[in-house]
T-cell receptor, first 111, second 111 residues
């Protein structure tokens, strides 16, 4: 049972480039979330989804987009990367609202 | 505005020296208070959920308690392997689905 799988683990982007952070879960969870974690700032919610085809913005959605075409996958798209998007990104899923299972994270640097 | 505040930011203990971490919250209509453990370079790992004042939960050397305004994570006779960042979270009243995380307490237990 893999749980929540995030790829890639590390990535360096140049300013203005785009990329997609992948997130897949094999637990048949309805709820999925994207957070970013910056040093000393805690986890901030970017986007969340309560099921396939349903997504909504969290606290810090600017510069990001998501889609949820299947229960398993919840990719996060960065368009026109900026240095402010340098962070560690975590995907999480849950069966009920709050019992999160987190992935191992993607460490992104924008230079 | 929902707020989850953790203290202290960092804590250094000798092995066997018991202590407590604090989490205070201002979440209206609290529907659970959550504790997670995060090791360096990894995603947070779920520890406990507490739903009502007076509730207590234990796991090995950790015991979480909840009052009407705060939660404590008590660590009894800690070992070096308990070194980690401990995160507290409460439900986000805006989304109704996601969690708001505190900034965490970084615990270091030395032999």
């Amino acid at each position: 049972n893999a749980g929540v799988t995030q790829t890639p683990k590390f990535r360096i982007l140049k300013i203005g480039q785009s990329m997609t952070l992948q997130c897949t879960q094999d637990m048949n969870h309805n709820y999925m979330y994207w957070y970013r974690q910056d040093p000393g700032m805690g986890l901030k919610l970017i986007y969340y989804s309560v099921g396939a085809g349903i997504t909504d913005k969290g606290e810090v959605p600017n510069g990001y987009n998501v889609s949820r075409s299947t229960t398993e996958d919840f990719p996060l798209r960065l368009e026109l990367a900026a240095p402010s998007q340098t962070s560690v990104y975590f995907c999480a899923s849950s069966y009920t609202n709050y019992g999160y299972t987190f992935g191992s994270g993607t460490r992104l640097t924008v230079v | 505005e929902d707020q989850v505040t953790q203290s202290p930011e960092a804590l250094r203990l000798q092995e066997g020296e018991s202590s407590s971490l604090n989490c205070s919250y201002t979440v209206s209509g609290l529907r659970g208070l959550f504790w997670y453990r995060q090791d360096p370079g990894k995603g947070p790992e779920f520890l406990f959920t507490l739903y009502s004042a007076g509730e207590e939960k234990e796991k090995e050397r950790l015991k979480a308690t909840l009052t009407k305004k705060e939660s404590f994570l008590h660590i009894t006779a800690p070992k070096p392997e308990d070194s980690a960042t401990y995160l507290c979270a409460g439900p986000d009243s805006n989304s109704g689905y996601a969690l708001n995380f505190g900034k965490g307490t970084s615990l270091l237990v030395t032999p």
